[in-house]
């Protein structure tokens, strides 16, 4: 892979491997202490719909990041937020202490309000639920305990006028 440098996160402080049955992932090479930039997404493409290699990035937005970003895999127990960056995609953010050698991951309902397709989810955390649910399938506890670390979109109104307030009252 090419060794590029933005922000002042390396590539070379991430690698790529195998991860199992989920095919490749991105591993920390290093330490990162929470609150630090592990991944640097930049957008590559903008596909009209959403794809299996997509993020989301508002209601109608989907973009393609770069390598090692779109490498990410999901985890119902992520060790990785996102936050909008400069690069019209995201930066992943430590949720806590990560060591060298671990499988870096967030989760995808992070970004996402909906999935191309159900997926079912190898993730292996005790959180598991086996499937990988996007923001729109989950409770508003889920919402509101990781609403510092999705996207921002996921924090406002949808165009349908379905908005977290509406959704928040038609759950109950
Ligand atoms: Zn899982």
Redesign the pocket.
């Known amino acids: 892979m090419r060794l590029i440098s933005y922000e002042g996160v390396r590539v070379e402080d991430v690698e790529v491997a195998e991860a199992g049955p989920k095919g490749l992932g991105v591993f920390a090479a290093r330490r990162f202490v929470r609150g630090e930039t592990a991944v640097v997404g930049r957008a590559i493409a903008y596909p009209p719909q959403r794809t299996r290699m997509s993020v989301q990035m508002h209601w109608d937005r989907h973009v393609e990041m770069d390598a090692p970003a779109t490498l990410l895999n999901?985890?119902?127990e992520p060790n990785l937020g996102v936050r909008e960056n400069r690069w019209s995609a995201f930066d992943f953010i430590a949720l806590r202490d990560i060591f060298a050698g671990e499988e870096l991951a967030f989760d995808y309902a992070m970004t996402e309000h909906a999935l191309v397709a159900r997926l079912s989810?190898r993730?292996g955390?005790l959180a598991?639920?086996?499937e990988?649910r996007p923001w729109g399938e989950r409770d508003q506890a889920w919402r509101d305990q990781n609403a510092a670390w999705v996207a921002h979109y996921l924090r406002t109104s949808s165009p349908s006028g379905a908005g977290p307030r509406l959704e928040r009252l038609s759950q109950r």
Do not use: A, K, L, P
Request: hydrophobic share 10%.
């Open positions: 999901h985890s119902c989810c993730c955390s598991c639920g086996g990988i």
